[in-house]
């Protein structure tokens, strides 16, 4: 039910379009998602024992025959994964911050007519089962190489997120009312939270292709589907502009970030009893000693649409300043 979506529903379903043209819309917003329902079970299908499924969701709001309605996109999907299979664990609310006070939905300062401003969206998470199991030593090492900083935890796992909405660039001008403002440190996140290095990232809704760039700053594989082909030039467009120096800048600011906390935290007393095995630097717990950050360097294509990324995991050298300043900008992509 968001509209910039609406021609892809009806073209794709049959269900969709006689529900639209009826205009029965509680009937078209049961047959979005049950075209929706095929991607879930697919996700389900394909998910390794353990794996987690992340869906970026808003609710949508809609005028209907005079009558203001909300459709809740993500309490129809939570239905349906629980029902295929899935455990529902805690979601995030991402919240989306606007600059306009006088936004509002409804009839403004006269009761009860004015309705609440929907300023979020959901991140509702998924698992295949029970907890992952980690059965080799090789992958029990790449599970501790994985490791966030304690302060990242604090911060990620958090149930709120406020996190300002970007313009995507996108190659094809048709494209570009069609698509959502998805910012890159949502996936940078979740790729960190719910999987290791050399993990394989899925993304069945790869628009502008966001997920596969910030797969390939975390040194994860990854496999992005998009069925819209005026999406395909905007994919391939980003990916082979994707600069090596700015992917690693990502994981150059994680360290640079703890280096300020671990310096604060010891400025004020506080005992930090670790070290980094491989870096070198202070840490808080014994879980991030074997914390190891791959840094993507060659970046090569080969023609058919994969790209195939080189990474090190010694700590590139830093453009002159950027060390002494802190917090460093991210890059755009």
């Given at each position: 039910m968001i509209e910039m979506w609406d021609t892809s529903f009806v073209r794709q379903s049959k269900g969709v379009?006689?529900?639209?043209?009826?205009?029965?819309?509680?009937?078209?917003?049961?047959a979005m998602h049950e075209l929706l329902d095929g991607c879930w079970r697919e996700c389900f299908r394909v998910l390794q024992p353990g794996g987690i499924m992340c869906v970026n969701v808003g609710d949508a709001t809609r005028t209907v025959e005079g009558r203001f309605q909300l459709f809740p996109n993500h309490a129809r999907i939570i239905q349906f994964c629980l029902q295929?299979?899935?455990?529902?664990?805690?979601?995030i609310l991402w919240r989306k911050p606007t600059n306009a006070p006088n936004k509002f939905m409804g009839s403004g300062m006269l009761p009860p007519g004015a309705y609440v401003t929907l300023e979020h969206e959901y991140i509702l998470v998924f698992r295949k089962g029970n907890k992952r199991i980690f059965k080799t030593p090789e992958e029990k090492e790449r599970r501790r190489q994985s490791a966030f900083f304690w302060e990242e935890r604090n911060v990620w796992f958090s149930d709120l997120w406020t996190l300002t909405?970007?313009?995507?660039?996108?190659?094809?001008?048709?494209?570009?009312t069609r698509s959502g403002a998805f910012p890159f440190e949502i996936p940078w996140r979740l790729i960190h939270m719910f999987s290791i290095q050399g993990d394989t990232v899925l993304d069945p809704f790869a628009g502008t292709g966001t997920t596969l760039l910030?797969?390939?700053?975390?040194?994860?594989?990854?496999?992005?589907?998009?069925?819209?082909?005026?999406?395909?030039?905007?994919?391939?467009?980003?990916?082979e502009k994707a600069q090596p120096p700015k992917l690693r800048t990502w994981n150059i600011q994680r360290i640079h970030a703890h280096d300020l906390f671990a310096r604060e935290a010891l400025a004020k007393g506080k005992t930090l009893k670790y070290r980094n095995e491989h870096y070198g630097f202070p840490v808080m717990t014994r879980q991030e000693v074997a914390l190891k950050l791959p840094f993507p360097g060659k970046i090569e294509p080969d023609g058919q649409g994969c790209w195939q990324v080189f990474c090190s995991w010694d700590l590139p050298e830093v453009p002159a300043g950027?060390?002494?300043q802190l917090p460093l900008l991210y890059p755009d992509f």
């Open positions: 379009k006689k529900a639209w043209e009826s205009r029965n819309w509680m009937a078209a917003f049961e295929i299979g899935f455990q529902s664990l805690p979601h909405g970007v313009r995507q660039e996108l190659t094809n001008g048709n494209a570009r910030a797969a390939m700053a975390a040194g994860r594989s990854s496999i992005g589907v998009e069925i819209d082909p005026e999406m395909v030039e905007t994919i391939r467009d980003r990916l950027q060390g002494k």
